[in-house]
Each structure stands twice: as C-alpha cells, then as structure tokens.
C-alpha cells in the first residue's frame, strides 16, 4: 500500500508496527478538515493492511500531540457546518476504536480537545510527563463535538468527566493517570520507545486474537453483563478453531516460543 499521499500525516511502517504522526507542529498538530480525511483514509488502509499488526499514533514536535481542533477553520462555522465537522470527526473517532489492530496513543504534549477525544479512542494512552490533558471547549462557547461527552465518562466516571467538561480545566499526566485516562507516563525522551516495546509485545501475538479481545471488551461494556458473556464464549469458539490456537498452545507445551501466522 502507498502510503507517501499524505501533507497533514506522516507514515512509518516496521517490523509489523505502524507509527503515524500529525504532522503540523507549527499549529501545534491542529485539527482541520484535511488532517481528520486523511487520519480516516489511513486508518482505513491499515485496518486491511496484513503487515500491519499495531497502531502508535502520536503528534510531531516536543510541545504536542493534538492541541484542539482549528478554530480559524471553525469560527465562521453554521449550524450546518458544525453538524458536518462534528460528524466527520466522530466518523474517524470510531474508525479509530474499531480498528482491528491495537492502537496506542503516544501521547507527548498537549492533548486538548479533539486531541483528548482521539487519545481516548485509541485503546490505550502512553503520555509524556510534559503530556497536558483536557476538555476546553466550554471556554469557547461549545462542547466537545467528537465523542469527549460519551467516551470520557466511560473511562473516568460520570463525575469526573462532567468536573473537566464543564470547567474545561486541564490536568497533567500524573493526574490523568491518577483518574485512569492514561496507563503509564514516562520521561518526554523514552516515550517513543516504551510505546513501540509495547506495540512489539502486541504484534508479537495473533493477530486474529487481539482482534477478538479487543472486540469483546468494546463491545462488552455496551450490553449487559450475560450479553458480554455470549460475546466472549462465541469468540473463544471461533479461536479454538484457528492454527493460532493449535500453534499456541503447542508451542506452550513444547516450551517454545510462538510463531502465530494470522490464520
């Protein structure tokens, strides 16, 4: 796959881990409309891209990840308009979270706004000390537009989130691990590292099971508890059928490591 077509993005591929990177440092990695279309056009490719294993998404520059969305795009915005972006944003968003490889959000500066918003859509958040956290869309006479409303309170709780959105204050990442936004923090100079140890850890297993685990938790926590069970029984079903399984289990009793094909 080509994946040089991009001026909002850039594109690393190796030894099975994607890295991508918002890629506008000079507006502090802002959101517009060509950075959400071409965010949404390469999580598409990747999600059926067989080299493609594990997902690090993270912002170029020392001083961000995603500082918010464009507001000099914004400002004149309709009611048509805003329905539009909103729509377009929440569009990628769950192009993000549904992506059958695991996604890391390596977080490294600020992460306000939209950029909190696909943070939390990635399955998990690595940050940077320097990493700042927040809902600031109060301040500007609006809400959170793609998914901070609905995905927020699902990982902090109903309080937590509604403190932060509507005060719009930002936290640090020790605080955002402290309510249990992000897993780790890590010094800004080993954050990249620790993200791709991790995604290496990930990419090593098969890839037809980190896509049904992460499945059955996404889905789990949106129906009730003996309704998420049916879903994790039926996908240990379908695992149970695979070679993965047949080589993961005979590579355990043979004391060896693994070789998993995808199939």
Known sequence: MDYNTYETISFEKSDGIATLTIDRPEV?????SDVIRELTDVFIRIS?????????LTGAGPKAFVAGADISEMVNYSAADGVRFASNGQGLLNIIESCP?????AVNGFALGGGMEIAMACDFIYASEKAKFGQPEINLGINPGFGGTQRLPRIVGKSMAKELVLTGKIIDAA???RIGLVNK??????????????????????SIALRLCKECVDQGLNVDLQSGLVIERNAF????ATEDKKEGMSAFLEKRTPNFSGK
Do not use: H, Y
């Open 237 to 240: 079903g379908i695992l149970c």
């Open 48 to 56: 059926i891209d067989e080299e493609v294993r594990a997902v690090i």
């Open 185 to 206: 923090v890590f010094e800004p100079d080993a954050l990249m590292d620790q993200a791709k140890k991790t995604a290496a850890k990930m990419a090593s297993k098969g």
């Open 28 to 32: 502090l990695n802002a959101l517009n």
């Open 101 to 105: 490889k695991p996604v890391i959000a």
């Open 175 to 177: 605080e955002a691990m």
